[in-house]
């Protein structure tokens, strides 16, 4: 884990955002001593959010399944 002061940590943004992003976290300490720490949000994908397929068949031909479905 790295820690930099308030003023590299401004400096170099960019480059304590990646390191926070590799490591999981990194430290900025500024004048006074107190510290805080800089953790990567987790961003989790929707339960929606599913791959396509190929598939040879019609939005017509779709909508007729889903129509005799819910006439069952």
């Not at 590799?22 to 300490?29: A, E, N």
Request: charged share 35%.
């Amino acid at each position: 884990m790295q820690i930099y002061t308030y003023s590299e940590a401004r400096q170099k943004l960019a480059i304590v955002l990646d390191q926070a992003e590799t490591s999981g976290k990194v430290l900025i300490r500024r004048k006074d001593g107190r510290t805080f720490a800089l953790i990567p949000e987790n961003i989790s994908d929707s339960p929606l959010d599913i791959p396509t397929i190929k598939a040879k068949i019609s939005t017509k031909e779709i909508v007729d399944m889903i129509r005799e479905g819910r006439e069952r």
